[in-house]
T-cell receptor, first 115, second 113 residues
Framework: SQTIHQWPATLVQPVGSPLSLECTVE??????LYWYRQAAGRGLQLLFY??????ISSEVPQNLSASRPQDRQFILSSKKLLLSDSGFYLC??????????????FGPGTRLTVL | GNSVTQMEGPVTLSEEAFLTINCTYT??????LFWYVQYPGEGLQLLLK?????DKGSNKGFEATYRKETTSFHLEKGSVQVSDSAVYFC????????????FGAGTRLFVKA
């Protein structure tokens, strides 16, 4: 069966520090991968999605970047965190070609607090 | 553009009360519609879905019907339980713009014993 892992689960970082959040998927090949941010009391904002290794699409201009060094690994990074980067970060995947009819599968999330 | 609008929360109900969470959408093409649920401290998980007009999705006592004429996908449950307390997200996926899923802002539900 497929599983999706995210780490760390929680993170407290000072403003201006770097960030690296990791997401890995098991049990599937060539998934489409997504990074979302959920700010407190708000919905999900799509940050990045990837349809393959090295292929990243950015949805909104921001202080973050994403990379996909391996088929089932998706990394969210920042060189210098801002206070506004605080939030709950969710990774998700879907089997390509089923996007229209099937659901995305979400990881457990990483709660990031920037102080 | 595509968008999803949900009723604002929080919604507070007593156990065994009837639940309705409204969701309307705007989309080009023919979207699939979803309800996701997020329990405290967790990621989202699918609650139910409908992929064409007049389809009814159902799961765990929850139901929602894809109404193309009113562009709605309201979530209902006849008798809520304390364990239903969570945040509920309405979402759509269309085949325009690369199969992106658009989420509503979420509605927090509190169920009191």
């Amino acid at each position: 069966s497929q599983t999706i892992h995210q780490w760390p689960a929680t993170l407290v970082q000072p403003v201006g520090s770097p960030l690296s959040l990791e997401c890995t998927v098991e049990g599937t090949s060539n998934p489409n991968l997504y990074w979302y941010r959920q700010a407190a009391g708000r919905g999900l904002q799509l940050l990045f999605y990837s349809v393959g290794i090295g292929q990243i699409s950015s949805e909104v201009p921001q202080n973050l970047s994403a990379s996909r060094p391996q088929d089932r690994q998706f990394i969210l990074s920042s060189k210098k965190l801002l206070l506004s980067d605080s939030g709950f970060y969710l990774c998700a995947w879907i089997t390509p070609g089923t996007d229209l009819y099937n659901e995305q599968f979400f990881g457990p999330g990483t709660r990031l607090t920037v102080l | 553009g595509n968008s999803v609008t949900q009723m604002e929360g929080p919604v507070t109900l007593s156990e065994e009360a009837f639940l309705t969470i409204n969701c309307t959408y705007t989309a080009t093409g023919y979207p699939s519609l979803f309800w996701y649920v997020q329990y405290p401290g967790e990621g989202l998980q699918l609650l139910l879905k409908a992929t064409k007009a007049d389809d009814k999705g159902s799961n765990k006592g929850f139901e929602a019907t894809y109404r193309k004429e009113t562009t709605s996908f309201h979530l209902e449950k006849g008798s809520v339980q304390v364990s239903d307390s969570a945040v509920y997200f309405c979402a759509l996926t269309t085949n325009t713009g690369g199969f992106k899923t658009i989420f509503g802002a979420g509605t927090r539900l509190f169920v009191k014993a």
